[in-house]
């Protein structure tokens, strides 16, 4: 099971959307049947049932926008792990490495960065002198970064050498 500080995996998400859902249409529900039993004007109680609905749509608007918001954050976060992969200080490159390969471990990258990322990685593995990073690039869950032939991380000539699967 997923640890406690871990973002809800997709089933969690709808499972717990689904019920939130329907909890509210029941409350909803009773809401509406309860003020047009205890209205005496037909249309006073067609107006608050409006106005509830009105509040609800609201409350959906601004859920979506703030889900929306986390979603732009992730996406700079995303775009500046693969600005720090160029970076010239090795800590940053190294830090980029482990933030994107954890990302694409927990699949939570579309297609196309999926293939941006893993792209970026294996350009940086050609030229990465740093051995922490080197080490981090060989070692990461991507099997498109695991070697097929590799001798010693040493000389620039035997890792030219090194062979992918793609």
């Known amino acids: 099971m997923d640890a406690p ?12 959307l689904s019920v939130g859902t329907g909890g509210f249409a029941m409350l909803g529900t009773y809401m509406t049947a309860m003020i047009w039993e205890d209205a005496h004007s037909p249309w006073l109680a067609s107006s608050l049932c409006l106005q509830g609905v009105g509040m609800m749509v609201l409350l959906a608007l601004l859920a979506a926008q703030v889900l929306g918001r986390e979603g732009d954050r992730f ?75 590799l001798k010693s991380r040493g000389s620039e000539a035997e890792s030219s050498q090194v062979q992918f699967l793609n």
Do not use: C, I, M, Y
Not at 5 to 16: A, F, I, Q
């Open 5 to 16: 500080d871990s973002p809800l995996v997709s089933g969690e998400k709808l499972l717990l």
């Open 75 to 149: 996406d700079v976060s995303f775009d500046q792990s693969l600005e720090n992969l160029a970076h010239p200080e090795p800590l940053k490159r190294l830090l980029a490495v482990r933030q994107l390969n954890r990302l694409l471990g927990q699949g939570a990258l579309n297609a196309e960065q999926t293939r941006t990322t893993r792209q970026a990685l294996q350009l940086l593995l050609h030229q990465e002198t740093e051995p922490a990073v080197r080490e981090a690039l060989l070692h990461s869950r991507q099997p498109s970064l695991v070697p097929l032939n």
